[in-house]
């Protein structure tokens, strides 16, 4: 019996009946992880020796991690820093691998019930540095704004920081939050909020339409709009792995930017690359 039993073991490994899983870990972003774990969850269905695992914390957390060895993919709402980049060469002596997986047009929220329809993004600049404090300002009722934006680690924060506001700091007045889902609560449930965050996560509220300048239409977030460049607060959505992928790591990535995995892109809300 004890050698029946060990020649079924031996046929089993042999022959590829039994194979170990394998598991990928993912960290970063909060603007990709409803993304990331719809990912996750297609693949492991089709591909049962698989585990993927997924966990958010904000593009810096997961830049962390990648660079810490911790993760084996970040996901970044934001490039990556040349600083960051260095950490990344000093310990493994390579500057990673950066991969476009969707397209976000980063959304301004507000409430429902607020009459505002549209922004210049030198108003929202405006809004966001406290120059503008008040909603009779910019054509609404006389309410003092109550300013809702991401916590620092956050590669949404970054990037509004960097692209709306050309590098100003946030008003001392915005109350920082962990998440966009915790934006998207928070201005849902105050008339006079307004927030930022992916476009996947705006359920509940109202977007404003963006205008680029005076001169120019507003227009909304749609991947219409986006991918046109008509939408002027645009981005990537990205992953990083510390060097070129290969196994089940490239498999999944692969299968990530497939037609496949560019399906769930939509169906989550963002818009695909591919």
Not at 218 to 229: D, I, L, M, R
Request: charged residues 20%.
């Amino acid at each position: 019996m004890k050698k029946l039993f060990l020649a079924i073991i031996v046929a089993v490994v042999t022959f590829g009946f039994f194979r170990p899983s394998e598991t990928i870990t993912v960290k970063g972003s909060d603007t990709m992880v409803i993304l990331a774990q719809r990912w996750a969850e297609a693949y492991m269905q089709q591909h049962s020796g698989v585990i993927v695992q997924v966990t958010g914390g904000g593009s810096g957390t997961g830049i962390s991690a990648l660079i810490n060895g911790t993760t084996d993919i970040c996901n970044a709402s934001r490039p990556m820093k040349p600083s960051e980049k260095e950490k990344l060469k000093q310990r493994y002596n390579t500057l990673g691998v950066e991969i476009k997986t969707a397209k976000d047009g980063l959304s301004i929220y507000v409430n429902e019930s607020n009459p505002i329809q549209e922004l210049s993004l030198a108003q929202l600049k405006n809004i966001y540095t406290g120059a503008i404090t008040n909603w009779q300002e910019l054509g609404g009722s006389n309410q003092r704004i109550i300013l809702y934006g991401r916590d620092n680690s956050s590669g949404t924060y970054v990037y509004f920081r960097d692209n709306v506001l050309k590098g100003n700091d946030y008003s001392s007045t915005m109350q920082s939050l962990p998440g966009t889902a915790a934006i998207v609560n928070a201005v849902a449930k105050d008339k006079f909020g307004i927030g930022y965050g992916g476009a996947a996560y705006g359920k509940g509220i109202r977007e404003v339409k963006i205008r680029k300048d005076d001169a120019s239409p507003a227009y909304a977030p749609t991947e219409e709009n986006v991918k046109s460049g008509n939408y002027p607060i645009s981005r990537y959505l990205y992953m990083y792995v510390k060097s070129r992928p290969t196994g089940a790591l490239k498999e999944y990535i692969d299968w990530i930017l497939s037609p496949e995995g560019q399906q769930i892109v939509s169906k989550v809300g963002y818009y695909p690359v591919r």
